[in-house]
């Protein structure tokens, strides 16, 4: 019953403050509000009892990329930033994608009850602890794994290439 | 939800926390606000400069090489994030998690040196 | 259940309340520390020996005049430094601060909360309160604050990746993320700095940083940022900004205190022929006292140690210390596996 409150609470928190990130005019509050969605989100995991992904979610997220986010919108000079002005066709074209990019969504949503992803009566609640995760991870997704750090070092040697070409 | 009792008993003094703060932190600003004196001036509400008339704007562009390390930052934090199921299960994973996890960070190494001999992190 | 949640509650309060008390008299402490190591008298008018200057400070801070540049965003002018403070005030929820007092029968725990994410909870207040500063500095709309909000984030995040990593070398020998569970490992072991002398070097070089204290007080150097990421700030919005400051120091010598130096155990405890609460009070003590020996490091180091320059600090935190906590994670995992610990 309570969890069931808390999930209502974080659901709304998620759909305001995302309303919010979009709508706001100064980039910082829109990367502020961007940061209580992940928040509200770290907070659903909570409720299935996915500990160390919620942990995981707010270090990476709210606490690595975002200060990048915050570091780019620092970098703009926000004075002279004004509102661009987007010809018919652009906004046509992305309310296009955007729209096609939530049809994808909601098909997907649609679907998980005949796929049957969630199995409440094998569902493990302890699943989520970093113990259970961690033997799962090194045992059976051992070459995605792996390729993680080829995937890290290509994303290292971008970075560097890309803003060594500022620097020279 | 079956976990929500007993996960709720580990994160309600978490939250209770962060509501105590949050009113420790919002009752004190109030009260700094109530209290102190209001006499504003042009001259005291401008940006301080060490005395020498503002020139320009505070948010100029700077260095690419601040951002350069919040992207390392990103990528290096992932990896680390990555490390902890597998030190948690150190000793139960065993020789071949050992293996595993230094051909992992073998090329976390390869990439460190990469970024060191490019420069990448030079500061003059 | 509910008479544990209210002790909680209790508990949360008391934590909260007792981190911000220390805090100040830590104000207090370093002003007078200060003072020794410069053969000066330090804050002695306010009570006997200066001892009410915490107070006298807090009341002058509130009573001041706040003021908001012309030039700044306001709302997040005050968020920024409110960040900062809640976020400081959020670590102390998973330190152990004693084995727990028993009254009929039943343990009341000295911690607020075990989670067996413990050690990823302060990892993840640790990088949110990289917003409090950067927020405040951008906000101000001052060329120094700026600077110096980019310097103490770049530095905060840079540090960050070392101290994770030496955090891992850790997890490898405890095996559990919780930090009740280490502190309780310590009492049927040894501390864990005699397994792990190079993590607690990396990690204490780390706190130094996180915490931007000297010698890493870059991003507030006087001499050339005026007063760094704080510069435009006044009141009680520079308080919460210097306070959580040593709100952060305290809470750091906790978790040094608590991850490798056996936490609230000291040694031959169970040779004492003491029990049941005075065991627990005792224990407590010897925390405090390992806290004090670490918060006079802090201090210290501070008083006799020159600042960094900016690339040597960058040097330090990725050509130094990244380097040697990769390497530290490999030492500990070949002296394992020599030793036969692993299946």
Redesign the interface.
């Known amino acids: 019953m ?3 409150y808390i999930f209502w609470f974080l659901s709304f928190v998620a759909v305001f403050s995302a309303a919010g990130m979009i709508f706001s005019k ?1 980039p ?2 829109s990367v ?1 509000s961007l ?1 209580v969605t992940f928040f509200a989100v770290a907070g659903h995991y ?2 299935l ?1 996915a ?2 992904l919620a ?2 979610h ?3 997220y ?7 986010f ?3 919108i ?6 002279e930033l004004e509102e661009e002005k987007k010809s018919l066709y652009t906004k046509a074209l992305s309310f296009f994608a955007g729209g096609v990019l939530m049809l994808v969504l909601i098909a997907v949503v649609r679907r998980t009850e005949e796929l049957q992803l969630i199995q409440p009566a094998v569902y493990n ?1 302890d699943l989520g ?3 259970h ?3 799962v ?3 059976e997704f ?1 070459v995605p ?2 390729l ?3 995937l ?2 290509s ?3 971008g ?2 290439y890309l ?2 070409k ?2 020279a | 939800m079956e976990t929500a009792p007993s996960l709720f008993s580990l994160y309600f003094p978490i939250v209770l926390m962060a509501v105590v703060a949050i009113g420790f932190v919002v009752t004190t600003m109030a009260l700094t606000h109530a209290f102190g004196p209001k006499r504003p001036t042009k001259v005291k509400d401008d940006t301080f400069e060490c005395g020498i008339e503002v020139k320009g704007n505070a948010r100029s562009p700077f260095s690419v090489k601040y951002f350069l390390v919040a992207i390392l930052f990103v990528l290096f934090d992932v990896e680390v994030i990555f490390m902890y199921p597998w030190a948690v299960n150190f000793r139960e994973l065993g020789l071949f998690g050992l293996i595993e996890m230094f051909s992992f960070m073998g090329l976390m190494i390869v990439g460190l040196i990469y970024i060191i001999r490019r420069g990448a992190l030079k500061w003059d | 259940m509910d008479s544990m949640l209210i002790y909680k509650a209790l508990l949360t309060v008391g934590v909260f309340a007792v981190s911000l008390g220390i805090a100040a008299y830590l104000t207090w402490g370093e002003r007078k520390l200060a003072a020794i190591l410069q053969d000066r008298v330090g804050p002695d008018r306010a009570g006997p020996f200066g001892l009410l200057q915490p107070l006298a400070d807090g009341v002058k801070m509130l009573m001041k005049e706040e003021m908001i540049p012309s030039k700044a965003n306001k709302w997040l002018f005050i968020f920024g430094p409110s960040f900062f403070m809640l976020t400081a005030c959020m670590t102390g929820a998973v330190i152990p601060w004693g084995s727990g007092i028993t009254v009929d029968g039943v343990v009341y725990p000295l911690q607020v909360t075990d989670i067996n994410i413990g050690l990823l909870y302060l990892l993840g207040v640790v990088s949110i309160g990289v917003y409090g500063i950067m927020i405040g500095g951008w906000s101000s709309n001052n060329k120094y604050s700026l600077l110096g909000a980019l310097r103490a984030s770049s530095q905060m995040i840079s540090y960050e990746v070392a101290m994770g990593m030496a955090l891992i070398a850790l997890t490898m020998i405890t095996g559990t993320l919780s930090l009740g569970e280490i502190s309780r490992q310590q009492d049927a072991g040894l501390a864990n700095v005699v397994y792990q002398p190079l993590g607690f070097l990396i990690f204490i070089i780390c706190a130094f940083a996180e915490t931007n204290r000297a010698p890493f007080d870059l991003p507030e150097s006087e001499s050339e940022l005026v007063g760094g990421y704080h510069t435009e700030y006044s009141s009680m919005k520079l308080g919460f900004f210097l306070f959580a400051e040593y709100i952060n120091m305290f809470i750091s010598s906790a978790v040094m205190a608590t991850l490798y130096f056996g936490g609230y155990n000291f040694p031959f405890q169970h040779e004492l022929g003491l029990e049941g609460n005075t065991l627990a009070i005792l224990q407590t003590a010897a925390l405090f006292i390992k806290i004090a020996i670490f918060i006079f490091v802090f201090m210290w180091v501070r008083w006799t140690l020159p600042r960094f320059r900016y690339d040597q600090l960058m040097n330090l935190g990725w050509k130094v210390l990244l380097p040697l906590s990769i390497a530290n994670i490999f030492i500990t995992g070949i002296v394992m596996w020599a030793l036969g610990k692993l299946n």
């Open positions: 309570l969890s069931e100064n910082v509050y502020l940061i909570f409720l009892g500990q160390f942990a995981v707010i270090i990476v709210a606490g690595a990329i975002m200060v990048l915050l570091y780019v620092m970098m703009l000079n926000l004075n609640a602890l970093t113990q995760l961690g033997k991870l090194y045992k051992l794994f792996e993680a750090s080829v890290f070092l994303a290292m040697v970075a560097v803003s060594k500022d620097l």
